[in-house]
């Protein structure tokens, strides 16, 4: 789906202000201000049962442990071992998304949306490639992307007993232990490849620690862009279309991997299929799904809904506004600034957790998740070996939700105020840190730490007056939602001014505006106890967030190792009967080709060409539904009733976006691309498939429109034969 891996990455990224005071060995809570600041721990609310179904932890298999028998029986077709290899070797993983191999010669197909920046990075001077498509009609046409890459995997390896041995046998403690078994054992594996820079090794985590694999990729480094079309064909219906469905969206890109300057020779690559999809045919996803909680307690997913969650979808709204303010009023710089790929990444988030949030205060939802629970926690509670060992997690757990509830409203206002974070102003970054820097130098912190401190300091740039004034005004209105305007801290903060009137003041008569002020203020030697007003400000914060920091980071390692040791529980008794979490490594999901009912009526299972012409002609005058100057006047050849976009029941999450489609024949008949509004929120937590669907591109659509738009003929040929011309 649109970006979800790319905003899940920046959030992790971007969520914590770090420095080399962000560890519990240097920020000490007994040595920070003291406040008297209490937050009232009202209980969770809880939700009644309702029977969960067979597949509430989803469909997104491993392949090292194959559903064979589940395929076979539900699908009535033979997927032998070489079924599932030819299977693994067609996908590729890119950076932030998910891929395939098409044709025999390297040919790469993904979305557009996860080759927005690529595409943008090969446009020449005068060139805007990302609005205006781009198509290679020779071979030697076709453009390298600098510093990108895909992977494929070509060897999965059990490691469980070594790492679980290594952990047992090792006296730190379990989340360190863990930690170090991992980086030991996939050091190890890695050294084998020394000599070779093509091939790497990841050791990944099953069942939330519960078993462990080790995957073995080639990397393949030399990437060359065919074809992209152009972005309001790729984005058609904009951000108010996004997760929505019927859609019409024609979001593909092609790539094509070189070896030795030449394409690249593979057996394994996924045709497109001769025959024509209908509903009700089983299809099979494969691609590299972000993450999923499905396996966190009950405990856990209610704190989220009323907090975590709740706060974390606040800040991205209030991003998105303040970056929106700036590129409404200097689009030309937000432009070279690539501001625009990064609103449609946070937007898509902005969507996600506030449907998250929904889905889990939804009480048909999270009462299916407290039968699944007391179904595994029956299982447990029936076998003595497992009771008195795993039982009382799921209590401990429970009481780190309750204990994180009385920090939580300083720990979320202060997320992406870390050094060059575009989700902040460069004044306030240099402002928690300057404060920081000054704090620990006082209170005796070892001299390189405090060094460390201040180059990262002076390494924040400055950011466009306007830009930091817009994103300085929505942090205050961050700390506005979380905090609530009748907090003491938030009026001291404000002082009886409003974000507007703060902000100008900031901007005005703050050193920390620009690099040479900020270097001139650590010269002096005085920070502190300066009268300068971004100081001011963070005094009156930085010592409950700082605190609720350190705090959250214990609880949640707590919280972590306790969900790890659960997972061996959840192993034992369930096996591989159910798959794991996702983790941005290679699943395959099943699912068929399904209408379903919305909005009173009834979605199609196929949209066409007719679709997406009535959007453009129902919406004149409207961006978001416009049409590339290609497409407003069509060949009389272009077959309108071609179906664009088709839902299946598939499992989808973040990480999918480029994910083939195929048929039990292991043929490409789409594209995955989004999820629906319906499936959105849950699918982290749960698979709801009474109206959750993938949204896919037709592969149908993908060849009308190269054949009779885009007059693609070099690579209509090679996709329809699966060889170069």
């Not at 007391?374 to 509670?381: D, G, K, L, P």
């Not at 509004?677 to 896919?696: P, Q, T, W, Y």
Request: hydrophobic share 40%.
């Amino acid at each position: 789906m649109n970006h979800l891996r790319l905003f899940g990455s920046l959030l992790v990224a971007a969520t914590i202000f770090v420095g080399c005071a962000s560890s519990a060995e240097t920020v000490r809570t007994e040595s920070l201000p003291q406040t008297s600041e209490t937050v009232s721990q009202s209980s969770l609310p809880t939700f009644d049962p309702v029977p969960s179904g067979i597949f509430d932890n989803g469909r997104m298999w491993t392949f090292e442990y194959a559903p064979v028998d589940y395929f076979r029986e539900t699908y009535d077709f033979d997927p032998d071992e070489a079924w599932f290899e030819r299977a693994r070797l067609g996908a590729v993983r890119l950076p932030n998304c998910s891929g395939s191999f098409i044709s025999a010669n390297g040919l790469v197909m993904t979305n557009h949306h996860c080759a927005r920046e690529q595409i943008s990075q090969v446009s020449l001077e005068g060139e805007n490639l990302l609005d205006n498509g781009f198509y290679a009609a020779q071979l030697e046409d076709e453009r390298k992307i600098e510093n990108y890459y895909v992977d494929q995997l070509i060897d999965i390896q059990d490691v469980t007993d070594q790492i679980l041995s290594a952990i047992d046998a090792s006296s730190m403690e379990p989340a360190d232990a863990r930690r170090a078994a991992v980086q030991s054992l996939q050091a190890e594996l890695n050294a084998q490849f020394e000599d070779r820079q093509d091939m790497l090794v990841q050791i990944v985590s099953l069942y939330n620690g519960g078993r462990y694999s080790a995957y073995t990729f080639r990397r393949y480094n030399d990437i060359r862009m065919v074809m992209a079309p152009e972005l309001v064909i790729g984005y058609f219906g904009g951000d108010t279309d996004n997760f929505t469905y019927p859609r019409y969206n024609l979001d593909m890109t092609f790539y094509r991997v070189y070896v030795d300057d030449k394409p690249l020779d593979t057996p394994y690559y996924f045709p497109f299929a001769k025959n024509d999809l209908k509903e009700g045919d089983a299809v099979f996803l494969i691609g590299n799904p972000g993450s999923t909680t499905r396996q966190q307690t009950v405990s856990q997913l209610t704190y989220r809904g009323i907090y975590g969650d709740y706060f974390r979808a606040r800040y991205i709204n209030r991003a998105i506004s303040g970056l929106e303010a700036f590129s409404d009023y200097d689009p030309d710089t937000a432009e070279e600034m690539d501001l625009r790929n990064f609103i449609f990444a946070l937007k898509n988030a902005d969507k996600f957790y506030g449907g998250q949030v929904e889905a889990l205060r939804d009480p048909f939802l999270m009462g299916r998740r407290v039968d699944n629970e007391n179904r595994f926690r029956e299982a447990i509670a029936g076998d003595p070996a497992l009771a008195s060992d795993f039982l009382p997690i799921f209590d401990r757990i429970a009481e780190i939700q309750e204990e994180k509830i009385a920090w939580a409203r300083f720990n979320y206002p202060g997320l992406g105020i870390s050094p060059n974070s575009r989700l902040s102003s460069s004044v306030m970054q240099r402002g928690l840190l300057a404060f920081l820097y000054d704090y620990y130098r006082q209170t005796g912190m070892p001299e390189a730490q405090v060094d460390q401190l201040s180059a990262r300091l002076v390494s924040i740039t400055d950011k466009p007056a306007m830009l930091d004034r817009s994103l300085l005004i929505s942090r205050l209105g961050l700390f506005e939602d979380i905090l609530g305007a009748d907090h003491p801290v938030f009026i001291d903060m404000m002082d009886g001014r409003n974000a507007e009137q703060v902000a100008d003041e900031i901007l005005q008569e703050s050193a920390l505006v620009s690099h040479e002020g900020t270097e001139a203020m650590l010269a002096s030697g005085n920070i502190i106890e300066s009268d300068d007003p971004m100081i001011a400000l963070v005094s009156q914060f930085a010592p409950n967030f700082l605190e609720a920091q350190q705090q959250y980071q214990l609880l949640t390692a707590e919280e972590s190792e306790l969900l790890s040791q659960l997972g061996r529980a959840r192993f034992a008794v369930y096996g591989t009967s159910i798959p794991p979490d996702a983790t941005f490594s290679l699943r395959i999901s099943d699912g068929v080709v399904a209408r379903y009912a919305y909005n009173g009526t009834v979605a199609p299972a196929f949209t066409t060409f007719y679709g997406l012409y009535d959007r453009y002609h129902s919406h004149v005058g409207e961006p978001e539904w416009d049409l590339p100057n290609l497409w407003k006047r069509p060949s009389i050849t272009l077959d309108l009733s071609t179906p664009i976009n088709f839902v299946s029941t598939n499992d989808i999450i973040g990480g999918n976006s480029g994910s083939p489609v195929v048929n039990i024949h292991l043929e490409v008949v789409g594209l995955a691309f989004d999820s629906n509004i319906e499936g959105m929120g849950s699918s982290d937590f749960i698979l709801d498939d009474r109206s959750a669907r993938a949204v896919n591109v037709d592969a149908r659509g993908m060849l009308e429109s190269l054949r009779h738009v885009y007059q693609a003929e070099r690579l209509v040929r090679e996709i329809s034969t699966g060889a170069h011309p």
